[in-house]
Every structure is written in C-alpha cells, then in structure tokens.
C-alpha cells in the first residue's frame, strides 16, 4: 500500500506505476522568487483535477494554474468566458487537494472582477478560502491598478495577466498575438510596470514576442510567467492537455512533447474487446458454501 499526498486514504499503486516522492517542502510565493533569485527558470502547468494535481505533484511542477481554459478542457465550450466562478473555485480546491505542497493560482473567470471592484474582492477571496488558492490570476491592463490596490491591500496575492487576453477574443475578434508593433510593446510594458507598483506579485505574458518580454523582465522585479511570449521569461505555462497531445487544436507555442490521446483510446478499445468476449479475470468477490446454499 502506498499513501497519496495530501490524503489520509492509504491506496494501492498500479502494477509498474513509479512510488510516490517523499513529501515535498511546499512551494510558496517566496520559494518562486528564490528561484527567480537565482537565476533558474520554472515549469508552469494548468490542471483541472485532483488526481492529475497528485501526478504532476510527484514530477517536481511547482505552479499550477487552475485555468478558465477548464471550459474548454473540461467542459467542452470554444472558449473560456464559458467557466462558471463556483465551478472554477470548486475545482481549485480539488487540485490544492491534490497537490497540497504546490503553488495553486486560482484563474478569476469572465465577469467575476470587471463589474465592480467590491464584488471582485470577494470573488477573489473566496478563491483564497473556499478554493484554497494561494494566489488568483486575472487578465487586465494598467486601467486595473486601482483594482490590484485594493487587493494587495486586502492581503490577497494577484497574478497580473497581460498580453493577449482570451477573454477579451470576442472583442478583438479571436485570438492573436499583442506587442507586434512599438506602440503595443511600450503599451504592455507600461501595463508590466504599473501593475507591479500597484501589488502585483507576478506577471503572466501570453502571446508577444520574446524582446517585448525581454524588456519587461529588465523593468520588472517580480517574477514573469511566459505563456507563448518567448524563453526571456522565469517561469513558462501551457495547457497541460496541449502538452500532453491531448487537444485537436492548440496553440503553435504549445508544442506537445508526447501524444497520449492515442493510447488511451487503444486501451478503450481493447477494453471494449475484453468486456465484449467477458474477459475480466478472476472475480474478487464470492459467497461462502453456506450462503450460496441458503441464497
């Protein structure tokens, strides 16, 4: 018997499947900025689940973003305005859960902060209590620094999303990159500076190219979390389902590193085979002589 991390429920592991790690040291905000310190860049996943939040635990990911990108993942809608908040903080919680030694940064969905700054506070901070997230992400501008103040004031950990903005694609009329022309570029790295006086504990960039990032590192002391936005950053995210190969379509900085779709619909077929030629095994559960004579 082997136990999970972060769960008092003693499980059996899988025949062949690697021993779970010793219990990591959790990672925090200031665990991130030590790396950063020293100069060493950081791995960044999105998860949407308790069970892969334990697997990607064991393999060492110290951030997890539990993303908007779940109503697409998870839910299957084309985008991410789709994800309700109570769903997102219900399963913010469950990958903290998961991975209770990890940095969980809970994805503030569509419409949880843009309408009024007293409902945003208290939609992030219900990401801090009911979700249990250790920071919250929120796709803005500069014209949101008096927003951040006020949750840096409240105590609560904001990671500042800039860049190309998903939930902004209706707007723009898709999705595409930002920053391509001087004037984005000053633009965004004005957004870099001025919300990192406002309290931003970090800064998420998607979408530009690499010497608009480049620069922001160079005028920021924050951490910076790249997301399509080139290897000047700290730290790099992705959908973990486009790494894994998992997506019909993705993004083209999303490159997968394995194809996992494929052997997961071999293993349903062949269990469509086994169950269809009543090839299960041993059966484990079975009465007594007495019994079956009773019955």
Request: proline content about 7%.
């Amino acid at each position: 018997m082997t136990t999970v991390s972060g769960s008092p429920t003693p499980v059996t592991a899988m025949p062949g499947a690697p021993a779970p790690e010793a219990a990591q040291e959790p990672v925090t905000l200031r665990t991130i900025r030590k790396i950063v310190a020293r100069g060493e860049k950081f791995a960044c996943l999105t998860c949407y689940d308790a069970t892969t939040a334990r697997w990607l635990e064991r393999a060492g990911v110290p951030l997890l973003l539990v993303g908007d990108t779940a109503a697409e993942m998870i839910l299957g809608y084309e985008g991410t305005i789709h994800c309700p908040l109570d769903f997102l903080i219900t399963i913010t919680a469950a990958v903290k859960r998961g991975a209770p030694n990890t940095l969980v940064m809970g994805d503030m969905p569509f419409m949880s902060y843009q309408a009024d700054d007293r409902e945003a506070l208290h939609n992030a901070g219900r990401f801090l209590t009911g979700g249990n997230a250790d920071a919250v992400k929120l796709e803005v501008d500069r014209s949101f620094a008096p927003l951040i103040e006020k949750m840096a004031r409240a105590g609560i950990p904001v990671v500042a999303h800039i860049g190309a903005r998903p939930q902004q694609a209706k707007r723009r009329g898709g999705y595409g990159s930002v920053g391509r022309t001087a004037a984005e570029a000053k633009s965004l790295l004005a957004d870099a500076v001025t919300l990192e006086a406002a309290g931003a504990t970090m800064l998420l960039i998607e979408a530009t190219p690499n010497e608009v990032s480049q620069r922001i590192v160079e005028q920021t002391a924050i951490p910076v979390i790249g997301c399509g936005a080139g290897t000047a950053c700290h730290g790099q995210i992705v959908v973990l389902q486009d790494l894994l190969g998992l997506s019909d379509w993705q993004p083209r900085f999303a490159r997968p590193i394995t194809c996992l779709g494929e052997p997961i619909m071999a293993a349903a077929r062949r269990w469509i085979e086994k169950v269809q030629a009543s090839d299960l095994g041993p059966h484990p559960y079975r009465m007594s002589e007495q019994e079956r004579e009773k019955f």
